[in-house]
């Protein structure tokens, strides 16, 4: 079946800190993948998508790159700030199909 | 910027009565969808809707749940006899188009709490 592996967290960063977050998925076919943001009493914003392999997906300085390979969507950022304070999920939505499968989410906090 | 929007933001309820959560999806978006995250786990896909009919829906999404978009702006999820398992945080979500790579746009969710 479907599934997302995403690591535990919390993790906890200082600003300005390298931030790796990594996500495995299992799907038969052709996923697109995605990271979606939650902040503190929000609800969940896409940060970033890819669609097929070797794809990146980019924004707010976060990226993360389809490794099929690796069956992988590791999300990365170079340099966090405070306001990245969150809970990520990566997420992935089976090819032709309608919904759309989540890992555990991750929070993470930088400390200023 | 168009945004997702859900009523109430926290519904209180005595096991066994029914509930109605409501969300107004995107205006000119076509399919929509409910999600429920209990405290502490995984965001879970209940089902999707379009067409004036679900197009998938979870193992979760049994008989006690039902959903309706009953004019043209709101969708909404009923949960006929609620248990204490169904407490949980409720997302309703739309997007332009329902298969693989379309952005599902979120609403802020709703928290249900089954006493």
């Known amino acids: 079946g479907n599934s997302v592996t995403q690591m535990e967290g919390p993790v906890t960063l200082s600003e300005e800190a390298f931030l790796t977050i990594n996500c495995t998925y299992t799907a038969t076919g052709y996923p697109s993948l995605f990271w979606y943001v939650q902040y503190p009493g929000e609800g969940l914003q896409l940060l970033l998508k890819a669609t097929k392999a070797d794809d990146k997906g980019s924004n707010k300085g976060f990226e993360a790159t389809y490794r099929k390979e690796t069956t992988s969507f590791h999300l990365e950022k170079g340099s966090v700030q405070v306001s990245d304070s969150a809970v990520y999920f990566c997420?992935?939505?089976?090819?032709?199909?309608?919904?759309?499968?989540f890992g555990a989410g991750t929070r993470l906090f930088v400390k200023a | 910027e168009p945004e997702v929007t859900q009523t109430p933001s926290h519904q209180v309820t005595q096991m066994g009565q029914e509930v109605i959560l409501r969300c107004v999806p995107i205006s000119n978006h076509l399919y929509f969808y409910w999600y429920r995250q209990i405290l502490g786990q995984k965001v879970e896909f209940l089902v999707s809707f379009y067409n004036n009919e679900i197009s998938e829906k979870s193992e979760i999404f049994d008989d006690q749940f039902s959903v309706e978009r009953p004019d043209g702006s709101n969708f909404t999820l009923k949960i006929r006899s609620t248990k204490l398992e169904d407490s949980a945080m409720y997302f309703c979500?739309?997007?332009?188009?329902?298969?693989?790579?379309?952005?599902?746009?979120f609403g802020p969710g709703t928290r249900l709490t089954v006493l």
């Open positions: 979500a739309s997007s332009n188009a329902g298969q693989g790579a379309d952005e599902q746009f």
């Open positions: 997420a992935l939505s089976p090819y032709g199909g309608f919904k759309t499968i």
